[in-house]
Structure formats: C-alpha cells, structure tokens
C-alpha cells in the first residue's frame, strides 16, 4: 500500500503523518467490514448526563437500577408471600442482586461515576476547536476505535497531536445469535473534520465531536506518549498496512 508519497515509517520512528494514517484509514474502510450497527445516543447537551447510555455504563448506573429494581420486587414478594414459599434458588438471585446493588452503587460514587460527569461536563464545554481527524481501528478488522488528531491546518506531512482510543459504542438490540461478536463500528468518514470540546484527566486532548454525536475517549496518547515504546508500538501497527488483510474474515 502507498501512504502518502509512498513512504513508510521505519520501526520507532516516531509518530507518522497525516498523509499516512488518512491512505491507512481509508484502505481499513475498504476493508470487508461488518455495515456499521451501532446506536445513536442522545445528545449530552440536551439531556441530563445519565441518560446517555455509555456514561451511564460507565457510571454503574445501568448495574445499579436493574439490580435495585430487582431487589425491591423480590423483597415485595417475600412480604406478600413469606420466605418459606421461595425456593433457595430465589435467596441466591437475591443476594447476587444485592452485591449488584452495591457494586453499582460503589462505581457511581467513586471513580466510574466521577469519570461520567467529568466527560459530560467536557463535551458541553464552550469554544470547541476544530481538527482534522483520520479513523483507524487497532486491528484494522474488528478493533478498538481510534482517532488520530491532527491541526486543522497544515500538510500532508503534520504528525498527529493526540490518538484517542474510543470506547465501544452501544449496539442495537440483540437480533440473531452472535451478534454481539461483531464490532460496532464508528459510523463516519474515515477521514474529516471534528471539533474538541474540555478537557479532562482522563481525556487530556478533549471529547471529540462529529456530524453532531459525541464519541466519548477511553484513553488519550498525546505528543510525548508517542516516545515510549507502547507509543512507537500503536503508531507502527496503525500505519504497517501495505495490503495486509489479515484481520479480515474472508482471508483464510
């Protein structure tokens, strides 16, 4: 495959351009990939932060209120019927729904839940900043999300300011058995414009917005994470492609 101008970066060469990772990007799109499955979520701007369901995921909350819904039906049940009516089987769901209860409840006050807030609060910050982006999957069939950034202005030699690893995105409902093996694959252009809004701890480079829907960072690389050795490993694979289509389902 020819990135660019035909150049390759040499093993722990540092960071590729964007001319590389954009003809990388979109030798992955062309890839045969599964049709992009994944469920829009409600915009952070407009909601409260706990209806939109990967920072209620993340939060514990999607474990909390199941589980704590589950405990008060049952407890509702052992009062109208008494406990000598239930089986032993139903006293285990409840205790494995009670240490749900507390897991979830754990989560939303200590780090899960403070991450939620704090990517909310970013994402709705003012004066986001428009970059140019290319979409790269680490596999390129089937891997997690990453978003190379890179100024809006300059060449095609610019190398990126930050890749944020994206975190999975919701899935429709469950149609057909193993559907939830297949990758959800972000569903934009390889290669574009986004706009960054906040920054955070978590996600020193900011969340980053496309078409309207935010994609919410797992991890940040930034300039100086492109130096160690972890760095130099992610830049190489994510720009070693040269046809290599060995991640895709229909290669023996």
Known sequence: MMHGEGERPAPGGGAPTYAMLTAEARRQAALPRPAARSRREADVRRVPWWRVRTLRRMSGLSVLVPAALYTVLVLVVYGLVGSAALAPQALLTLVVSLALVVFGAVRLRGRGGASARALARAACAPGPVVRRYALLYDPPWGGIALL????????????????????????????????????????????????????????????????????????????GDFETEQGRALMDRLSAGDGDDRWSPSRP
């Open 148 to 223: 190379a950034v890179f100024p809006a202005d300059g060449g095609d030699g610019v190398r990126p300011e930050a890749v944020l690893q994206l975190r999975p995105l919701p899935l429709p409902a469950r149609r057909f058995l193993g559907a939830r093996k297949l990758p959800a694959d972000v569903p934009v252009e390889p290669f574009g414009e986004l706009e960054l809004c906040g920054r955070t701890d978590a996600s020193p480079a900011g969340v980053p917005w496309i078409d309207g829907q935010a994609y919410w960072p797992e991890r940040s690389y930034g300039a």
